[in-house]
């Protein structure tokens, strides 16, 4: 065998098993072995006398999952057809936006993405609505529904 072929063969081997490896890391840490599962838990936020009679609360609320306290916020909305709940996550770049009465709306600060009462977007750079949550009613409480890790 000639010193050519040997280092034409060398290189190939090296370069397969190179791949080789590089595939199984891959595999081992890019694939996820186990996924936490996303559920979506109820949270109470207010009484049912709160509830706006018409208009736009914002509800400020602490919850307990996994032995950690956490925060969140959600907007409460009755636009005379029905109450919902809003998330005040833009779904431009995650920022978080406030309700504006005079504008009608939401106005997100970052980078001027506008939504309507009902989450549409109006104008700017969001391209979807502002995500509706589950909301009910029992036992004379609000509960706003989120999705956690189980």
Do not use: M, Q, T
């Given at each position: 065998m000639s010193r050519r072929i040997f280092l034409v063969?060398?290189?190939?081997?090296?370069f397969a098993v190179l791949a080789i490896v590089w595939a199984?890391?891959?595999?081992?840490?890019?694939y996820p072995w186990r996924v936490a599962e996303k559920r979506v838990r109820f949270f109470?936020?207010?009484?049912?006398?709160?509830?706006?009679?018409?208009?736009?609360?914002k509800v400020d609320f602490t919850y307990e999952h996994a032995g950690e306290t956490s925060s969140a916020i959600a907007y409460i909305v009755n636009n005379g057809e029905g109450?919902?709940?809003?998330?005040?996550v833009c779904t431009?770049?995650?920022?978080?936006?406030?309700?504006?009465?005079h504008a009608?709306?939401?106005?997100c600060p970052c980078h001027g993405g506008k939504y309507d009462i009902q989450g549409n977007v109006v104008a700017g750079p969001p391209p979807m609505s502002l995500p509706k949550l589950p909301l009910k009613i029992e036992n004379e409480r609000v509960f706003v529904g989120m999705r956690v890790f189980s």
């Open positions: 063969r060398f290189i190939k081997g090296f199984g890391v891959l595999v081992l840490f890019a109470d936020v207010l009484d049912e006398e709160s509830l706006p009679r018409r208009g736009v609360l109450v919902y709940a809003l998330s005040p431009h770049l995650g920022c978080l936006v406030k309700y504006n009465r009608g709306g939401f106005l």
